[in-house]
């Protein structure tokens, strides 16, 4: 019996398959669309939205992109909790700063690896009990559950290619109804002060 269980070939457990995701680029026409449909009824408010991740104190102040909120770059990642208990039931997540060159894809790869995190320790079977790195500790303020999970799985996270910048310099004169609270006055200011809108 020793001998025959021996050459009998192991069945082992099927590993877990580790749940990836990566951040994909949206551009200033895809978004407009997206706006535009949402604006005349073809698209639910639910199905999308848009994190403006710029400095709450500067160049958020004059104005933002219709439906967007502001969770400032470095109260991102402190939020990520909070914003995953808000959003999760969102189809696309649309991340950007001023030109999504450095705070919006420092912000979508932070989405993104907690995102990962958070699904793998659910998912994992070999994990008991839900531990969290310490760089995404607010992970702990999720209601985490199999149908949570699932949604945030099957979201899409996109950074708004040429961010508020490119997407202001490219609508503001001829689709302004895609903008809340702009301030043409600030942004001739910040212009003169240091090149931001041009």
Not at 20 to 40: A, F, I, N, T
Not at 83 to 109: D, K, L, P, T, V
Not at 164 to 188: P, R
């Given at each position: 019996?020793?001998?025959?269980?021996?050459?009998?070939?192991?069945i082992?457990?099927?590993e877990?398959?580790?749940f990836?995701?990566?951040?994909?680029?949206?551009?200033?026409?895809?978004?407009?669309?997206?706006?535009?449909r949402?604006?005349h009824?073809?698209?639910?408010?639910?199905?999308f939205?848009?994190?403006d991740?710029?400095?709450?104190?500067?160049?958020y102040?004059?104005?933002?992109?219709?439906?967007?909120?502001?969770?400032?770059?470095?109260?991102?990642?402190?939020?990520l909790?909070?914003?995953f208990n808000?959003f999760h039931n969102?189809?696309?997540?649309?991340?950007h700063?001023m030109?999504?060159q450095?705070?919006?894809?420092?912000?979508?790869n932070w989405?993104?690896?907690?995102?990962?995190?958070?699904?793998n320790?659910?998912c994992?079977?070999s994990?008991?009990?839900a531990?969290?790195s310490?760089?995404?500790?607010?992970?702990n303020d999720?209601?985490v559950?199999?149908?949570?999970?699932?949604?945030?799985?099957?979201?899409?996270?996109?950074?708004?290619k040429?961010g508020?910048?490119?997407f202001?310099?490219?609508?503001?004169?001829t689709?302004?109804?895609?903008f809340?609270d702009?301030n043409?006055?600030?942004?001739?200011t910040q212009?003169?002060?240091d090149g931001?809108?041009?």
């Amino acid at each position: 019996d020793e001998l025959i269980s021996s050459l009998s070939p192991k069945i082992e457990k099927d590993e877990y398959e580790e749940f990836r995701c990566e951040w994909k680029s949206l551009g200033c026409p895809q978004l407009k669309d997206v706006l535009e449909r949402h604006m005349h009824g073809k698209l639910d408010n639910k199905a999308f939205q848009i994190i403006d991740v710029r400095d709450d104190t500067k160049d958020y102040l004059g104005g933002h992109i219709l439906t967007a909120i502001n969770i400032a770059n470095n109260l991102f990642r402190p939020n990520l909790g909070r914003i995953f208990n808000e959003f999760h039931n969102r189809e696309f997540i649309i991340i950007h700063c001023m030109y999504s060159q450095q705070r919006g894809i420092q912000s979508a790869n932070w989405y993104k690896k907690a995102l990962e995190e958070l699904v793998n320790n659910h998912c994992n079977p070999s994990i008991e009990k839900a531990k969290y790195s310490q760089q995404f500790h607010s992970l702990n303020d999720v209601k985490v559950t199999d149908a949570v999970v699932e949604n945030l799985k099957s979201q899409t996270v996109y950074v708004l290619k040429g961010g508020f910048n490119g997407f202001i310099n490219k609508y503001v004169n001829t689709a302004n109804h895609l903008f809340e609270d702009y301030n043409a006055i600030y942004w001739k200011t910040q212009s003169l002060a240091d090149g931001g809108f041009r």
